[in-house]
């Protein structure tokens, strides 16, 4: 038995390396072979702010943060772990702000193509969205291991790993900057504003956890699978989008 899951491991790891090697070897050819960079501004742009909010909640939204706070909070009393909801949800909006101020000016010095980030962004989703799907089915045949949580008062320190990576994604991050540096005139405040939005359904998330996840176990697997399979589209929708921008792939395939 202990084989046949360390076949399925190494399994799950080989597509996720394989799909990571294929979407750099796609990134690569693009950025060898492109034709022109395109107007990528313009198409960013063009985003309305349902589908800003749409892309934030899928990567920086609450369903992710459920599990792994009331995983880290399982040692805490209740008084203890809203303390640690709110630290984190602070930590989260500080570290988000000034990731997309200190963002938009790194890209403007380093020259940074909006193809590029929008590339970077989709290939860190994809092989995330893609460890948790393969996650998903190695815990249907053995048992998760559990996570070592914090007893006591919750400080700042302790609050950072549940901010980031658990609340502040990588590619939630890219994209979020990707949005503020494309953005038309007057729109990056309206950004800011659906991204502590996000922000606050995150910390509603973490202060009723424990009842969510207790009472909605079931529907919360069948939503985090969904959004799962919609994160790797999504994914690659960003990878085609990046390709249309630098004119490898054609415009048909959108």
Not at 203 to 213: E, F, H, S, W
Request: glycine residues 6%; aromatic residues 8%; hydrophobic residues 60%.
């Amino acid at each position: 038995m202990v084989e046949v899951f360390s076949i399925e491991n190494r399994s799950a790891k080989t597509v996720v390396t394989v799909a990571g090697v294929a979407a750099a070897i796609f990134l690569s050819a693009a950025v060898c072979f492109a034709q022109s960079p395109g107007d990528a501004t313009s198409r960013v742009s063009t985003i309305s702010m349902s589908k800003v909010f749409t892309f934030m909640f899928v990567m920086l939204g609450p369903f992710k943060v459920l599990a792994p706070f009331v995983n880290l909070t399982k040692a805490m009393d209740a008084e203890h772990a809203r303390i640690a909801a709110f630290k984190a949800f602070v930590i989260a909006c500080i570290a988000g702000v000034l990731a997309g101020v200190v963002g938009q000016l790194i890209i403007a010095n380093w020259n940074i193509s909006m193809p590029a980030l929008l590339a970077s962004a989709g290939l860190v989703l994809l092989l995330v969205a893609l460890e948790a799907i393969m996650a998903q089915f190695r815990q249907t045949r053995e048992a998760p291991a559990e996570a070592s949580a914090p007893a006591g008062k919750p400080t700042m320190l302790s609050a950072m790993p549940l901010a980031f990576p658990g609340i502040i994604t990588p590619y939630g991050i890219a994209a979020f900057i990707l949005l503020l540096s494309a953005a038309e005139p007057g729109k990056p405040i309206a950004i800011f504003g659906i991204f502590l939005g996000v922000m606050v359904l995150d910390l509603l998330a973490m202060l009723y956890a424990r009842p969510i996840v207790k009472y909605c176990l079931g529907p919360l697997i069948v939503v985090n699978s969904v959004l799962g399979v919609l994160q790797v589209a999504l994914a690659v929708q960003m990878l085609i989008i990046a390709g249309q921008m630098l004119g490898v792939v054609p415009d048909s395939a959108r």
